[in-house]
C-alpha cells in the first residue's frame, strides 16, 4: 500500500473515533421556539452538491425559529451566492480549504467562529467528523452532533439530519415543526430567472421543450463517449422536435462530442437560471445535478457507483435511474415522462 495513503487511512479511523465520542448538549430548557435566536448549521466542506444539500435544513429551521439567524460554516466555496437569497442566512463563515497552506486565515477564521455566541448549533451530516467536531467546540448552548436515533428509514442525506433533529429538538423545549422537509432550492429571483431565460432563447431559438445534458462527472461516476453518444442518438430519435443543449464544465469536456448546443457560465446562480429555463435535465450524480434540482427543473439523476438513495435528485419530477439496471430504451421513457408528464407512455 501507498506509505501516504496508508497514514491517511489511519488518520481518518482515528479522527472517526475520535468524533465518535462526542454527544449532544442540552441545557437549561427554552419556552418557547422564539428563544433560539442564533443558529449555527457545521458543514466544513466546499463541494457545490454538499452545499446544496444544506437547503431543506436552512428551510426546515426558517419555519421552526422564523425569527432567527442562520450562519453557515463551510469551507472556501460559493456558499455565500448559493444563500444570497435566504434572508435567515446571517453569515457564511469560510475556512480554508487546506489549513496548512492558509495557516494564519485558518487560525483568524476560527478564532472568530469560536467568540461568536449561539443557541444552537448544528452537524448537518451525522458521519461528517469534520462537522461533528467543529459542531462539538463551537460556543453554542444546545449542541447537536447526531449522537441521537436517526431514523434509519430515511436514508437521503439531504433529509436525515431534518428527522434526527425533530427528535431532538424536543428535549431542549422546542416544539418540532413535523411538515415534510423541503425541495432543495436556489431561490432564483425573477430577474435571475428571466436572463438565464433570454440565454437559453439566443441559443434554441424557438419555444419548444428543452432537454438539457450534462455528460461530465469524476473518474469513479462517468460514463464513457460511447455510452452518452448513444443516449444523445436515442433522444434526436425519440424526440425530433425538442430541443437538446449540452451544460459544458470549466474544464470544456463534452462526451458527445459538442454536437449539441452548448451553455457554460462560471457563476452557479446564471448557469441555475439556464438550467431552469429547459423542462428535463440530464446527468450523473454531480454537484451540477443537484443544482439543477435546486433550479426546480426536473431533473434525471444517472447513478452506477453512488448510493441512489442516499443522493439521488430531490425536488419534484425527479427521478433517480441506476444504468447497470435500466437500458437506454427505458432511460427514454423517463424522459417521456418527465417532459410529458400527464401523457401516459406506459404502454
Known sequence: ????????????????????SFKNKI???????????????????????NLLLLSPLVQKLESTFPNSEIDLLVNQSCAIQLYQNYDNVDQVIELPRNPFKNPIKYIRTFVGF??????????????????RLFTSIS??????????????????????????????????????NDAMPASLDLRLAND????????VYDIVQNAQPTICLYTHTTDTKSYTETWWLNLYEHLQKAFPEVNI?????????????FRAPALYSNDVRELAAMIANTDVFIGADSGVMHLASSSLT??????????TEKYKPYNEGSVAVNINEVEIDALIVFVKNTLYPNLNTSA
Open 192 to 199: 435571475e430567472l428571466i436572463h438565464g431565460g433570454s440565454l
Open 139 to 176: 460556543n453554542a448552548s444546545f449542541k447537536f452532533v447526531g449522537d441521537r436515533g436517526t431514523d434509519k428509514k430515511e436514508r437521503h442525506i439531504a433529509k436525515q439530519v431534518i428527522y434526527s433533529l425533530r427528535e431532538f429538538l424536543p428535549t431542549i423545549g422546542v416544539k418540532a
Open 298 to 307: 426536473p431533473t434525471i439523476g444517472l447513478f452506477s457507483v453512488t448510493d
Open 27 to 49: 441545557g437549561k430548557t427554552v419556552s418557547t421556539n422564539d428563544a433560539i435566536e442564533r443558529i449555527l448549521i457545521c458543514r466544513p466542506n466546499h463541494r457545490l452538491g
Open 1 to 20: 500500500m501507498n506509505p501516504k495513503k496508508f497514514i491517511n487511512a489511519i488518520t481518518r479511523k482515528a479522527f472517526r473515533h475520535l468524533t465518535g
Open 245 to 257: 443543449i449540452e451544460v459544458l464544465p470549466k474544464e470544456n469536456i463534452s462526451k458527445i462530442g
Open 114 to 131: 469560536r467568540s461568536k455566541k449561539y443557541d444552537l448549533a448544528i452537524n448537518a451530516v451525522m458521519e461528517s467528523c469534520s462537522g
